[in-house]
């Protein structure tokens, strides 16, 4: 295999995903493509934000500027904050409608 297939191969696979799970583990029908009937949410790289998550013993969405998230990092640590706050929001959703 040449490098330049296996730097798309992550991609072949993860876009694979909703489809087997759909199937094999719901039972359902296949999905039609673009279609995210059990999407919850997409998390991102979040760049640096998990060494210095790691080093300061907190949660990503929680670090400071003295944990090192300055400047610009510390926009994507609110980003970070309200993706996760979305993803808990869509998971409680979920389950309240069940």
Same mark, same amino acid.
């Given at each position: 295999?040449?490098r330049?297939?296996?730097?798309? +191969?992550?991609?072949?696979? #993860? ?16 999905? +039609? +493509?673009?279609?995210? #009937? ?6 991102r ?5 998990m ?20 400047? +610009? ?13 979305? #993803? ?11």
């Amino acid at each position: 295999m040449s490098r330049s297939n296996g730097s798309r +191969s992550p991609e072949r696979w #993860l876009g694979r995903i909703p489809h087997v799970y759909s199937s094999a583990v719901l039972n359902e029908q296949a999905l +039609s +493509s673009g279609e995210a #009937l059990h999407h919850i949410a997409t998390l991102r790289n979040y760049r640096s934000l998990m060494p210095l998550a790691r080093d300061a013993r907190k949660p990503m969405f929680e670090l400071k500027a003295a944990d090192g998230a300055l400047g +610009s990092t510390q926009k994507y640590v609110q980003t970070c904050y309200r993706e996760f706050k979305g #993803l808990a929001e869509n998971v409680l959703d979920r389950v309240a409608d069940r």
